[in-house]
């Protein structure tokens, strides 16, 4: 995993546990207006540490637009940090900047595998309709179209239910919570919740 790192004027460091991780750091930048978009073709992805004022800012947001849309982007913020606003800008995930090392692995994994990352504490009915447009969905397939049943366990996904609490909401088995999930992933040809709540708001919106 080949990532650039973006550190912050206001916080500092993105990530101060780096040398711990599994992931090869090929450029670390002081701030994210210094990063020049042509430098980051031999990266997989970008570490983007920014702290709420930040997030907000409009020439913070214009330069992390422009490098979202190049390369899958995490940012890593301080907790509280608002995950709508990151969605919006094109963020494919969200972090505290105190996770773990394994944590932080695990999420440039999901992001590179094409998941959204977002904490479940976030407002996930709003990431996901952002999510949405980062689908890797083509505009001209068929509408994605499921049974009712399936339509309530992505209304229920969406709020951030597991296949447990899928279950004890439908009273239903956890088994077959997950069968009727991997039958709307399969129906949607998506691989992830997230990409499979995005694909069917999409659809709904275009209905």
Known sequence: MR???VDSPELGRAYPRLAECA???MAVVPSIDEVDPRLLVEHEAVLVACSDHELADPSFQLSAARIARQLPTIALVTAGADAGIAARLGFRGLLDRDVSPAALERTVRAVLSGELAFPRSSQFSSVTSHGARLSRHGSNEAPTTLTPRQQEIVDLI???STDR????R???SQST???HVQNALRRSKTRTRS???AVVRQTAALL
Not at 165 to 168: F, G, K, V
């Open 170 to 172: 439908l009273r239903i």
């Open 158 to 160: 969406a709020q951030g």
């Open 165 to 168: 609490e899928i279950a004890d």
């Open 177 to 179: 919570a997950h069968k």
């Open 3 to 5: 990532v650039c790192v």
């Open 195 to 197: 990409q499979l709540v």
């Open 23 to 25: 992931i090869e750091c």
